[in-house]
């Protein structure tokens, strides 16, 4: 017998609007950035997404270039899909992204009408969709006019391909004015994606002030750092950690011993909180409800189940924030 989802999916989850949209997403979210590649396993992901499923985890995120290598993951997803989703697809927000180099020549990077519109038809067909649910500008190109990057949104939108539009990796400034021509053209922006973790806080400096006073929601990628936000860099790099991998987007480099001293500290208050220090840091991404939804990843079933078990604890008291504002701050 094929997959059947959990009867009990929905009973846990918790669910947030989107900004002023009538969307609501899982207050957790799947990406598919890393371990659904053409170099991963297929069982294992299709483990993880069932898992994700049944726990109420209705959104999926992935992006043209995710892989390795690039457009595999989108093909991965469309058989797991086709294989245990299609009856189920209605109750799933799919989101795509383009802005990064997918293909060689002058058409197949950044943000132009040309690159993002024939991205996005290429993305459909590898996950055999007729639709995404959200499609983003994957980020800003400094030499194309953002009209024409908003401009292509719109039209996504209007071909039916996409029912609403996000960007990431925008600026405060960049995301304002980007807010201000979707809205002239009458397709608002629903959703940033920026990165942002108890060691990545730009967002807090104007940008949330940006997407509160018009009405966008927001979903936060890396909540984990890639992984230094979990008790397995307290102490050192373990061989088999992302850390040690050539190819990571987390180096050696970036655990350094300040950083790991002050993993040891916070994951001190996750255990005083009854938390896993993943669990506290998605827990305190999520804290005041200006963030939408805090985009995981996966390599293996239990991870899901344990980032999942964070919101359980969403509450912080003021103690525990300034001590961990403390933690972040002061020197070590």
């Not at 397709?187 to 973790?197: A, E, F, G």
């Not at 860099?233 to 970036?254: D, H, M, T, V, W």
């Not at 255990?271 to 409800?289: E, F, I, P, T």
């Amino acid at each position: 017998m094929g997959y059947q989802a959990s009867e009990n999916r929905y009973e846990s989850m918790k669910y947030n609007r989107t900004g002023n949209s009538g969307l609501l997403l899982p207050a957790i979210s799947l990406g598919l950035w890393h371990n659904f590649g053409g170099v991963d396993t297929y069982e294992n992901g299709r483990a993880i997404l069932r898992k994700a499923f049944d726990l109420g985890i209705t959104h999926f995120d992935l992006a043209n270039n995710y892989g390795p290598p690039p457009g595999s993951a989108e093909e991965m997803f469309g058989k797991m899909l086709q294989a245990d989703f299609a009856p189920y697809r209605d109750e799933m927000v799919i989101s795509t992204k383009a802005g990064y180099h997918m293909w060689p020549g002058p058409y197949g990077d950044w943000g132009s009408k040309k690159y993002l519109v024939s991205s996005l038809d290429q993305s459909l067909k590898r996950m055999g969709l007729d639709y995404v649910d959200v499609f983003y500008s994957h980020r800003p190109d400094p030499n194309t006019p953002l009209e024409e990057t908003m401009a292509a949104l719109d039209l996504v939108v209007r071909q039916g391909k996409a029912l609403y539009v996000g960007v990431s990796n925008y600026s405060a400034e960049q995301t304002a004015a980007a807010v201000e021509i979707l809205n002239r053209l009458g397709t608002p922006l629903l959703i940033h994606q920026p990165k942002y973790s108890l060691l990545e806080r730009w967002i807090e400096d104007g940008l949330q002030d940006v997407l509160e006073q018009n009405g966008v929601g927001s979903i936060a990628f890396c909540p984990l750092a890639q992984g230094l936000l979990t008790s397995k860099y307290a102490n050192g790099i373990p061989e088999n950690s992302r850390a040690k991998k050539p190819s990571s987007f987390l180096s050696e480099a970036q655990v350094t011993q300040d950083v790991v001293n002050r993993v040891i500290k916070l994951n001190e208050i996750a255990a005083n909180r009854g938390q896993s220090l993943a669990q506290m840091a998605l827990a305190w991404v999520l804290r005041n409800g200006k963030v939408t939804s805090a985009l995981i990843g996966a390599s293996r079933v239990s991870q899901v189940e344990e980032n999942v078990a964070a919101l359980a604890n969403l509450e912080f008291s003021n103690e525990e924030l300034s001590s961990i504002d403390n933690i972040l701050t002061d020197s070590i």
